[in-house]
């Protein structure tokens, strides 16, 4: 079974651009969460996907947002880049909300 | 809100040391515990969980215990190999919602053959 794929896996762009990251969840699973992890504030928890609707948010502004389409694959989006966006986002996906998540190896975004 | 601890690293060891790394957490009510590891330029895995007090999880020779009256989940390891080195994070979710993970700051292992 393929594991969680996201694309890309590095990106560079400039602040004030607008960025869209994808994730893939593990075939069956129909729960996706994003963690933004940077060296000064560890993992933190972006927002969950369960059936397409947002079931939790982390805090967060709202530049930066996140969806989930029918097939369970996600994207989130960050609009505005600023320097402090730049940083390695994780996606994880579980069958439910309830059960273990399997992480992929992560979108690496400089802001330059 | 929740938040983790865990001690401070990095963490160097020689081969076939005895591991412990310190994790404490504050939640309210009673949540599920977990222990991960990154490995370089990988995403986390998950090495062992605890879903209610004074349950043991273990794999691959780790293991931890949920300690309610301490509020604490320390991993150990009674003897390390060097491909146990990696980054090490404890975090736990609220009951019912193990996709919403908190993390602690996480821990730098070095195993020396």
């Known amino acids: 079974k393929a594991g969680v794929t996201q694309t890309p896996r590095y990106l560079i762009k400039t602040r004030g651009q607008q960025v869209t990251l994808s994730c893939s969840p593990i075939?069956?699973?129909?729960?996706v969460s994003w963690y933004q992890q940077t060296p000064g504030q560890g993992l933190q928890f972006l927002f969950e996907?369960?059936?397409?609707?947002?079931?939790n948010k982390g805090n967060f502004p709202g530049r930066f947002s996140g969806r989930q389409f029918s097939n369970s694959r996600s994207e989130m989006n960050v609009s505005t880049l600023e320097l402090g966006d730049s940083a390695l986002y994780l996606c994880?996906?579980?069958?439910?909300?309830?059960?273990?998540?399997?992480f992929g190896p992560g979108t690496r975004l400089t802001v330059l | 809100g929740n938040s983790v601890t865990q001690m401070e690293g990095p963490v160097t060891l020689s081969e076939e040391a005895f591991l412990t790394i310190n994790c404490t957490y504050t939640a309210t009510g009673y949540p599920s515990l977990f222990w991960y590891v990154q490995y370089p330029g990988e995403g986390l895995q998950l090495l062992l969980k605890?879903?209610?007090?004074?349950d043991k999880g273990s794999n691959k020779g780790f293991e931890a215990t949920y300690r309610k009256e301490t509020t604490s989940f320390h991993l150990e390891k009674g003897s390390v190999q060097v491909s146990d080195s990696a980054v090490y994070f404890c975090?736990?979710?609220?009951?019912?919602?193990?996709?919403?993970?908190?993390f602690g700051k996480g821990i730098t292992l070095s195993v020396r053959p």
């Open positions: 605890a879903t209610k007090a004074d």
């Open positions: 996907y369960f059936s397409e609707t947002q079931r």
């Open positions: 975090a736990l979710s609220p009951p019912g919602a193990n996709s919403k993970l908190t």
């Open positions: 075939s069956g699973h129909r729960s």
């Open positions: 994880a996906s579980s069958p439910d909300p309830n059960n273990e998540q399997f």
